[in-house]
């Protein structure tokens, strides 16, 4: 009964969330449309043009990437749910594995339930889970927010965005609260989603292109997806933010070959995380 009645209060919403998730419907019908009008008025042949082996490689190193990434994310989300370490860390990664996979169903909330699920049957409190959910929600908006200014900063003074994010990781990680040690281990995390971003930008866009700033607004798009209730693992308005975004980084059909192979990757690194992190815990 506790179980079922924890999925019923996520599941509902006030109001105010209703209205939410309309208005993020409205914006994901925008931006649907205006990434299907891109391609259409790109055509398939501009767009197959600028496939290459080099972004074949890269893509391949996103997945990876995104993969370890979300193995960052998962002991980040550990730490926080269960800062005792009473369940052991496969457990704790396949749960955050299922939830990774569940993340791409209609609407924003089905890797929450599942973790709050696959939680509770490990041991772990409700109100901890829930808890560690609201943390870990607005930890990912200053990780996220954080990475994405040091690699808008790394265009114009590398040395100073280096040595900004050395200082910020150590004094993160060497901090005694649970919750600051989880934000330093998601810097990390998104520092591996700009990275994919950087390398599948760097097998697209001309040489010199500003591949950190890229990266950057890659995050800034990620986040707008993450943001935007409906959207399954943020589809579409990623997409769309990051082509609005990069538009003066390369030109639109780089752009748009670069977003849509982001996305391949991110699922591809998804798939990989989640279920070999379930494989793992069994």
Do not use: C
Not at 72 to 82: E, Q, S, V
Not at 152 to 174: D, K, T
Not at 198 to 203: N, P, Y
Request: no cysteine.
């Amino acid at each position: 009964m506790l179980e079922r009645g924890a999925i019923r209060s996520i599941m509902q919403g006030a109001p105010a969330r209703i209205a939410l998730r309309w208005g993020g419907g409205a914006v994901l019908l925008v931006a649907v449309g205006f990434l299907g009008h891109r391609l259409i008025g790109l055509g398939a042949g501009e767009l197959l043009s600028k496939a290459s082996w080099p972004l074949v490689a890269a893509m391949s190193a996103a997945t990876l990437l995104f993969a370890a990434s979300d193995a960052l994310l998962a002991r980040a989300w550990a730490i926080l749910a269960d800062p005792a370490g009473s369940i052991p860390t496969r457990r704790a990664l396949g749960i955050y594995g299922s939830g990774v996979l569940t993340k791409y169903l209609p609407g924003s909330v089905f890797q929450y339930v599942s973790r709050q699920v696959g939680g509770s049957r490990a041991g772990i409190a409700h109100t901890r889970l829930a808890q560690a959910s609201v943390d870990e929600i607005v930890i990912h908006l200053a990780a996220s927010l954080t990475v994405a200014a040091l690699l808008l900063l790394a265009w114009a003074n590398p040395v100073l965005a280096s040595a900004g994010s050395a200082g910020l990781i150590m004094a993160l990680l060497w901090a005694p609260r649970a919750p600051f040690r989880a934000l330093a281990l998601q810097v990390l995390a998104f520092g591996g989603f700009g990275a994919a971003a950087a390398m599948t930008g760097m097998a697209l866009f001309p040489e010199g292109s500003a591949f950190a700033s890229f990266a950057g607004l890659f995050l800034l798009a990620w986040l707008a997806g993450f943001l935007v209730p409906i959207a399954p693992g943020g589809l579409g308005v990623r997409e769309a933010t990051l082509i609005v975004l990069a538009a003066s980084v390369a030109g639109p059909a780089e752009v748009t070959v670069a977003v849509l192979a982001l996305r391949i990757s991110s699922i591809l690194g998804d798939l990989v995380f989640g279920l070999t992190a379930l494989a793992r815990s069994r």
